[in-house]
Structure formats: structure tokens, C-alpha cells
């Protein structure tokens, strides 16, 4: 168990749609970071957050936006769904800002729309 | 722009066997940061190592070593005497010096290991 926590596990909704995936750090970690695992994409880095301000932005879609709360855990706003959305999003916390430290990963919320 | 190659798409082994994971990277950067992660069937990620642009020093962690080539943008991955536990997918990936978080990953190489 890495400590990190992530909400829901699953997720399946429709074109068109908006959902919001939540992510809760290690205690203690004040980064975190969102990735994207699809099969035509891979693995990409989306945004990482630090102590509740945006620290380095990735392959993040205009569509997309998140946020980091003052208890510092994350969300992950997705809206306007498209098919091609369909992937595993991962958080993962880390206790630095730089982010060259080791990260510790949630389980994954699997997004399947329709 | 950063690039991160792995050329296997899958390995297989049978346990025991020794097996290298390749790596090759692009970047203009003159300092940055390279990272193995795991990937094992139940899905999650794992962190395995984190290696400075620096330190060409070669490390070992049990039945893993990891060897850094600067010359050549290698940073190859080798698991000694595989064990079935150790099938899973495995990622190299890339970032700046600064802005560490930002990574660029390779497409991942799935190591299957048979008893």
C-alpha cells in the first residue's frame, strides 16, 4: 500500500460528460501529480501540483483542469468527455517540489466512456 | 523536446534467466534526471530508480542493476536470476533537471517470466 488514495476506482459515463477523480497524497507529501495511461497515448505526464499551486504542466488538455485544497488532496476535472478519454489516471504524491524524488503512486481510477 | 525509446516491445524468459531492459533517450539538456518504474499485472505503478545526469556510477539493488551511459544516452535495466514476480511492465522515462516532475516516458517493455 503506497499511502496514496485514490477515488473512484471505476468510472464509466457517456460523450459529453464531466467527472471529477480525486486523489489524496502520502501523509506528509506536499506534490501531486496526475498521469494518463491510454493505449494509443502510453503513459504521460499531465500536472503536478506543490503545496496547492501548479508546479510544472504537461500533456494536459484544454478540456482538463485540476486543483490542489488546502488538506492538499487533488482533483482532476475532466469535461466534455470524448471516447478517447478512456484511460487509467494515476495520482501520485511525492515530498518535494522539485518532483526528482521518489513519487508513490495510487491505484488508478479506470475511466471507460461510452 | 525530450524522446525516450525502448526498443522491446515484450521479453521472454524462463526463471533464472538473466534479462536486460534497453533504454535510450534524447534530450538537449545538459542535466536531467532518468527513472525506472513497474508496472506489475495487479496494475499499479512502482518506483524503482531515480538517476542524476551526473552520476554515471552504475547501481545495484539486489537482483536489479541499472547501468547509465552517458555517451551513448543508455540507461539500460538488468534483473539477475528472474523470478516470475518480476513479469510485469517496465517504463524508463526522462525529465529536466528542473521541473523533475515533469517526465517524458518510453512506451514500456513487458517482461514475461515463465517458470
Known amino acids: 500500500d503506497s499511502g496514496v488514495t485514490q477515488t473512484p476506482k471505476h468510472l464509466i459515463t457517456a460523450t459529453g460528460q464531466r467527472v471529477t477523480l480525486r486523489c489524496s497524497p502520502r501523509?506528509?507529501?506536499?506534490?501531486v501529480y496526475w498521469y494518463q495511461q491510454s493505449l494509443d497515448q502510453g503513459l504521460q505526464f499531465l500536472i503536478q501540483?506543490?503545496?496547492?499551486?501548479?508546479?510544472a504542466k504537461g500533456n494536459i488538455l484544454e478540456r482538463f483542469s485540476a486543483q490542489q485544497f488546502p488538506d492538499l488532496h487533488s482533483e482532476l476535472n475532466l469535461s466534455s468527455l470524448e471516447l478517447g478519454d478512456s484511460a487509467l489516471y494515476f495520482c501520485?504524491?511525492?515530498?518535494?517540489?522539485?518532483?526528482?524524488?521518489?513519487?508513490?503512486f495510487g491505484p488508478g481510477t479506470r475511466l471507460t466512456v461510452t | 523536446a525530450q524522446k525516450v525509446t525502448q526498443a522491446q516491445t515484450e521479453i521472454s524468459v524462463v526463471e533464472k534467466e538473466d534479462v536486460t531492459l534497453d533504454c535510450v533517450y534524447e534530450?538537449?539538456?545538459?542535466?536531467?534526471?532518468l527513472f525506472w518504474y513497474k508496472q506489475p499485472p495487479s496494475g499499479e505503478l512502482v518506483f524503482l530508480i531515480r538517476?542524476?545526469?551526473?552520476?554515471?556510477q552504475n547501481e545495484i539493488s539486489g537482483r536489479y542493476s541499472w547501468n547509465f551511459q552517458k555517451s551513448t544516452s543508455s540507461f539500460n535495466f538488468t534483473i539477475t536470476a528472474s523470478q516470475v514476480v518480476d513479469s510485469a511492465v517496465y517504463f524508463c522515462?526522462?525529465?529536466?533537471?528542473?521541473?523533475?516532475?515533469?517526465?517524458?516516458f518510453g512506451d514500456g517493455t513487458t517482461l514475461t517470466v515463465k517458470p
Open positions: 501523509s506528509g507529501d506536499l506534490s
Open positions: 538517476r542524476n545526469s551526473f552520476d554515471e
Open positions: 534530450t538537449r539538456d545538459t542535466t536531467y534526471y
Open positions: 501540483y506543490y503545496n496547492g499551486e501548479e508546479r
Open positions: 501520485a504524491s511525492s515530498p518535494d517540489r522539485e518532483g526528482s524524488r521518489e513519487q508513490y
Open positions: 522515462a526522462l525529465s529536466g533537471y528542473t521541473n523533475a516532475g515533469k517526465s517524458t
